[in-house]
């Protein structure tokens, strides 16, 4: 669930202010170029401060250590190592293909490519992919052992009592014949995408059964050679590292990757533009955009993101149990203004729907607009909406809209406590700081009416969106980890939900024409006030080449070229 927590440097603080034509050296986006420059030199990169979390690969669940160790170690499989939507595609990396499901999607057969070693210079073995994924219960602080893994023969046993995992009937390794089977307890039309992420990347037997301080040794072309949280974190060449497939772990450009701590956004700007440094990681400040745009145009890229950011109504509490009283504040909401507050249509666009642009599943939809038809939304309709609002009958309703004290959410929230007011509510502003405020927006408990919060693709899936967000099991009542905020269920949507899933199994372009019907029912029924799809900016400096943007793991850092 690649949500805000995991995303939070997206949050553009102070783009009010920015005019239109901030970034448009970078919104004249120039087709990705190919790993085609010299290999050689240091990639230097800047950031505030470290990753998150444990540096542990089964750990971690930040961009920032993702980005590293994608290409410090591999998984079974692989998201495609390319830029558009060629980099959405699952690809065999430790596998020589991706196997064919059997038993309904039950059981599937992994052939491990032979001769390939790890950065200690120990071969791969299947027995190496037992013991990964005993080792990510065993741990006991996998974010998403328990979620994504325990469909995995053994697995639930293994979330109940971590140190004694067994998943011999799960993960049948034979290093003799080369192969791994995983057997599944029901089928799973994403396991291939949890297969291809960092929590399921291959560690040699022996790795610690508790959380490592740096990440042990993988099978890519660079080796971790430093982590300091205080200071930067290091990769160089692993020279075990023998290319097998650039499809899914090209050998690299860079000799050395280097990403340093401490530096304040500004001053990590002002290194790049000195060429001290050769990335920002963190969003550059909007007090620097317009001339980074202007003086530094053809270092600056700006890439769409598949992700949302929305409002969710509280569909159980008054007065958005209220059909017509959810539609009619989407009829209300101008999602242009939204989008100005964010930083304007060139880090923006109006959505009304919940599925994100170019993603599985994803057909324009947007009835809540003046002229609907098009897909696309044009203009409230204010009209339309003070009508269904009359309807409703919850006029002077008093709602608290909810959103965290980050400047850009709060003038969301401020937005609509006027529209709200304006519409015949009695509403107010509950801005609470960003680290409770997510989780006290999920706790039915608190009765919340009207919630901030956005969402992040954890891998190209429409139900990663849509059965993550608003299906009927993702609401847990008076829990902190509820992500359905919108505590939204219907049934016949559900039933929707579940074939979908089934069908992807063995069929998963109808599966995404299922997801396409749900996209629509479930937008008709406004559990949201979905605002817009936020892009994501990238500052790099003049001695960058070879500038990739992967839709799974963002900018490619190995395949820029230095030198």
Same mark, same amino acid.
């Given at each position: ?7 939070? %440097? ?9 005019? @239109? +034509? ?6 004249? =986006?120039?087709?990705s ?9 240091t ?7 470290? #990753?998150?979390?444990?540096?542990? !690969? ?9 980005? %590293? ?9 692989a ?16 596998? +020589?293909?991706? #196997? ?8 599937y ?40 893994y ?9 979330v =109940? ?5 067994? %998943?011999?009937?799960g ?7 080369g ?18 992420v ?8 022996? *790795?610690?059964? =508790? ?16 982590y300091?949280?205080? =200071? ?50 963190? *969003?550059? !400040? ?22 949302v ?9 008054p ?14 909401? &101008? ?13 923006a ?10 993603? #599985? ?9 003046k ?6 939304? *044009? ?27 980050v ?8 937005y ?12 107010? @502003? ?5 680290d409770?405020?997510? !989780? ?14 956005s969402?992040? $693709? ?7 969106? %849509? ?7 993702s ?10 905020i919108?505590?939204?269920c ?11 899933? $089934? ?11 299922k997801?396409?019907?749900? &996209? ?25 080449k070879g ?17």
């Amino acid at each position: 669930m690649r949500s805000r927590s995991l995303f939070s %440097l997206l949050t553009l603080v102070g783009l009010a202010a920015l005019l @239109l +034509t901030a970034c448009g050296g970078g919104s004249k =986006k120039k087709a990705s170029s190919s790993s085609s420059g010299q290999a050689g030199g240091t990639l230097m990169t800047v950031a505030k401060g470290a #990753p998150s979390g444990s540096p542990d !690969p089964q750990i971690n669940y930040t961009l920032q250590e993702w980005q %590293l160790l994608i290409i410090s170690h591999d998984g079974l499989l692989a998201f495609k190592r390319t830029s558009g939507t060629e980099g959405t595609k699952i690809v065999p990396d430790l596998a +020589t293909a991706v #196997p064919k499901a059997q038993d309904g999607g039950k059981t599937y057969v992994f052939h491990i490519r032979k001769g390939i070693k790890f950065s200690n210079g120990k071969e791969l073995k299947p027995s190496d992919v037992k013991y990964t994924f005993e080792r990510l219960f065993k741990i006991g602080q996998s974010p998403n052992a328990g979620t994504w893994y325990n469909v995995l023969v053994g697995g639930d046993a293994c979330v =109940k009592t971590p140190s004694t995992c067994d %998943l011999s009937k799960g993960v049948v390794a034979d290093d003799a014949a080369g192969t791994v089977t995983f057997h599944l307890t029901k089928g799973d039309p994403e396991f291939f995408d949890k297969l291809a992420v960092p929590f399921a990347f291959i560690l040699p037997t022996g *790795t610690p059964n =508790k959380e490592v301080q740096i990440p042990p040794p993988g099978t890519g072309p660079y080796k971790w050679v430093e982590y300091n949280a205080n =200071k930067q974190m290091k990769l160089v060449r692993n020279t075990n590292f023998k290319e097998w497939s650039k499809d899914a772990q090209p050998k690299g450009n860079p000799d050395v990757i280097v990403q340093k701590f401490g530096l304040s956004a500004e001053a990590e700007v002002t290194q790049v533009e000195n060429g001290q440094a050769d990335w920002v990681f963190d *969003t550059p !400040p909007s007090d620097r955009l317009n001339e980074i745009s202007t003086k530094y145009g053809d270092q600056v890229h700006v890439n769409p993101l598949t992700a949302v950011w929305y409002f969710a109504f509280n569909v159980r509490v008054p007065p958005f149990d209220n059909l017509k009283a959810r539609q009619g504040v989407n009829y209300a909401t &101008d999602r242009n203004a939204l989008v100005k507050i964010y930083g304007g249509p060139k880090l923006a666009v109006p959505t009304c729907q919940i599925l994100p642009p170019n993603f #599985p599943g994803y057909k324009p939809y947007c009835p809540y607009t003046k002229n609907p038809g098009s897909g696309k939304w *044009t203009a409230p309709d204010m009209a339309k909406a003070k009508q269904l609002i009359a309807a409703s009958g919850t006029k002077g309703a008093a709602v608290k809209v909810n959103t965290d004290t980050v400047e850009t959410d709060k003038a969301l929230g401020l937005y609509f406590v006027g529209l709200l007011n304006k519409l015949g509510y009695k509403a107010s @502003l509950q801005a609470l700081s960003p680290d409770i405020q997510y !989780p006290y927006c999920q706790n039915s408990k608190n009765k919340i009416q009207f919630c901030w919060s956005s969402w992040y $693709q954890d891998y190209p899936a429409a139900s990663d969106f %849509l059965n993550i967000l608003l299906g009927c099991g993702s609401f847990i009542p008076n829990s902190n980890a509820s992500p359905n905020i919108a505590e939204f269920c219907q049934k016949p949507i559900q039933a929707q939900m579940d074939q979908a899933l $089934q069908q992807g199994i063995t069929d998963p372009s109808g599966a995404n024409e299922k997801w396409t019907a749900i &996209d629509k029912a479930v937008t008709d029924q406004a559990p949201w006030v979905s605002m817009f799809n936020p892009k994501y900016i990238d500052f790099l400096s003049k001695r960058v080449k070879g500038y990739q943007f992967s839709p799974q793991w963002y900018f490619l850092l190995d395949q820029a070229s230095v030198k």
